[in-house]
């Protein structure tokens, strides 16, 4: 089964402009996330997709592979899906180019689930950790996930999910870590599919696949990283390298 790993990298964010290429010690965000996902092992081949000549080469004169997109997306998704549509691959993994303390565990547990029988059944899968921090609860710019007992996501949503009416509820928090792991077809079956209501109001990509009947299944993580969307998030992965 061949296993590539695809980081979808954008320069005009929103939030936090050109994010990818501000400095983290002595590398760009970029060239740390693409590093450490080299670094893991686990994939046949890493690739950065970008629109960007500067990421682009950034990644090439670092002696990485990188492959610009021909034209533009609405997401990440949509940027996989038009690199690997001629590729001979089975499972592609998206690792968000502001991810920069990518570890191998948790990218093995989520290759994982594809294996066996039961992994058959599985069309795409994500990663979550257990939040703690009510700040971080609460802030919309952490994407939280609703779960069944068998794993499979309910509801992405930035707003505070599951509602704490009851007070002596033991409710868990999980927040969305932004990488996933898809069969191809399954990824070009989604960029085939129009923007989904709950996609457009919320600005959360895999939302797409819950309203066209495909639930992610998702995998717990200790990660701990942390995901470059504000500049006081650079500051916090300063200070955690």
């Given amino acids: 089964m061949k296993t590539i790993a695809m980081i979808p990298a954008r320069y005009a964010a929103t939030r936090f402009p050109a994010k990818l290429m501000q400095q983290l010690g002595s590398k760009t965000v970029i060239r740390h996330t693409y590093e450490n996902t080299v ?8 690739y950065v997709v970008t ?4 990421i682009f080469n950034e990644i090439t004169s670092n002696g990485g592979r990188a492959v610009m997109s021909k034209r533009a997306h609405e997401s990440g998704s949509d940027r996989i899906a038009e690199a690997v ?10 690792v968000q ?59 992405f949503s930035r707003s505070v999910i599951p509602y704490p009416r009851s007070k002596e509820a033991a409710t868990v928090y999980y927040e969305h870590i932004g990488v996933y792991a898809f069969r191809k077809q399954a990824l070009l079956n989604f960029t085939s599919w129009e923007i989904t209501p709950l996609e457009a109001a919320e600005k959360i ?13 998702m995998v717990v993580t200790d990660y701990m990283g942390i995901e470059i969307d504000t500049p006081e998030d650079l500051e916090r992965a300063a200070g955690l390298l």
């Fill in 205 to 217: 990509e895999c939302l797409r696949y819950l309203e066209n009947g495909i639930p992610l299944k």
């Fill in 51 to 54: 629109d960007s000549d500067i």
């Fill in 97 to 155: 180019g502001d991810e920069p303390f990518v570890k191998k565990e948790p990218l093995q547990k989520l290759l994982a689930v594809f294996a066996g029988e039961k992994g058959t059944e599985v069309q795409v899968a994500s990663l979550m950790q257990v939040m703690k921090e009510q700040r971080f609860i609460e802030d919309p710019n952490y994407v939280k996930v609703a779960v069944d007992k068998q794993m499979n996501s309910l509801m």
């Fill in 85 to 94: 549509a001629e590729m001979e691959v089975d499972i592609v993994v998206n």
């Fill in 39 to 46: 670094a893991t092992g686990l994939f046949d081949e890493v």
